[in-house]
T-cell receptor, first 114, second 116 residues
Framework: AQKVTQAQTEISVVEKEDVTLDCVYE???????LFWYKQPPSGELVFLIR??????QNEISGRYSWNFQKSTSSFNFTITASQVVDSAVYFC???????????FGTGTRLQVTL | DVKVTQSSRYLVKRTGEKVFLECVQD?????MFWYRQDPGLGLRLIYF???????EKGDIPEGYSVSREKKERFSLILESASTNQTSMYLC???????????????FGQGTRLTVV
C-alpha cells in the first residue's frame, strides 16, 4: 500500500519569509514518482514538479526548491522569499512504478500575509 | 495547451437524484481519473479508467459509477445522491505509464456538488 503524509495542516508566514512544506511517503515499489501540486483559491490543481525515485538530485526553480531524500522517504518543498501569491493548498503525491493512480497527502494550507 | 474541462463549476442536487458529472480532456490521454476532495482528507480516488470502456475502482467507489465511451470523455455518476456525497469533485487525465515518464496528472477546475 502507498501512503503520503503531510503533517503540517496549516502554515502562516509573513511575506519574504522562507517556508518548507514537509512530505513523507511510504511505498514498496523500487521505482516510483513523486509530485507536488499547488491548489490556489480558484480550485484547480496546478502541477509543480515530478521526481523519479532513481534521481535524488535536488531541484531549484526560481524561488522553489525540492529536497528528495530516499533515506528518510521525504520529498520536501521550500519556498524562498514567500509572496502573497504563494498562498494556496499544496499537495504531495506518489505514484508507484507501473501504477496509474496518484496517492495524495492531505495537503498543507499556506497563508502568506503582508 | 493542456486542458481538462468539467461541465459544471457548481451543482445543487436533491437527495435521491441521479447526478452526472462530465469531464473532457483534449490531450489524447489514455488515463482519466475522478477524485473527491474533502477538508482534512485530501484527494481520494473514486474511479479511474486506463482506456475506453475500461475502468477500475479507486479507494472509495461506493455509491458511484463511471462511464468512458470515448477516449476524451469520462463521466462520474451518482446513482442516488446522498448528503454525504456533498464534496468537491476533481477530474484528471494523464498519459499511460507505459508511454512516458511524463505521467503527471492534469486536473480540471473542479465541480462543487451540494446534495440537499
Amino acid at each position: 500500500a502507498q501512503k503520503v503524509t503531510q503533517a503540517q495542516t496549516e502554515i502562516s508566514v509573513v511575506e519574504k519569509e522562507d517556508v518548507t512544506l514537509d512530505c513523507v511517503y511510504e511505498t514498496r515499489d523500487t521505482t516510483y514518482y513523486l509530485f507536488w501540486y499547488k491548489q490556489p483559491p480558484s480550485g484547480e490543481l496546478v502541477f509543480l514538479i515530478r521526481r523519479n525515485s532513481f534521481d535524488e538530485q535536488n531541484e531549484i526553480s526560481g524561488r522553489y526548491s525540492w529536497n528528495f531524500q530516499k533515506s528518510t522517504s521525504s520529498f520536501n518543498f521550500t519556498i524562498t522569499a514567500s509572496q502573497v501569491v504563494d498562498s494556496a493548498v499544496y499537495f504531495c503525491a506518489l505514484r508507484g512504478g507501473t501504477a496509474s493512480k496518484l496517492t495524495f497527502g492531505t495537503g498543507t494550507r499556506l497563508q502568506v500575509t503582508l | 495547451d493542456v486542458k481538462v474541462t468539467q461541465s459544471s463549476r457548481y451543482l445543487v442536487k436533491r437527495t435521491g437524484e441521479k447526478v452526472f458529472l462530465e469531464c473532457v480532456q483534449d490531450m489524447d490521454h489514455e488515463n482519466m481519473f475522478w477524485y473527491r476532495q474533502d477538508p482534512g482528507l485530501g484527494l481520494r480516488l473514486i474511479y479511474f479508467s486506463y482506456d475506453v470502456k475500461m475502468k477500475e475502482k479507486g479507494d472509495i467507489p461506493e455509491g458511484y459509477s463511471v462511464s468512458r465511451e470515448k477516449k476524451e470523455r469520462f463521466s462520474l455518476i451518482l446513482e442516488s445522491a446522498s448528503t454525504n456525497q456533498t464534496s468537491m469533485y476533481l477530474c484528471a487525465s494523464s498519459l499511460s505509464t507505459g508511454a512516458s515518464e511524463n505521467t503527471e496528472a492534469f486536473f480540471g477546475q473542479g465541480t462543487r456538488l451540494t446534495v440537499v
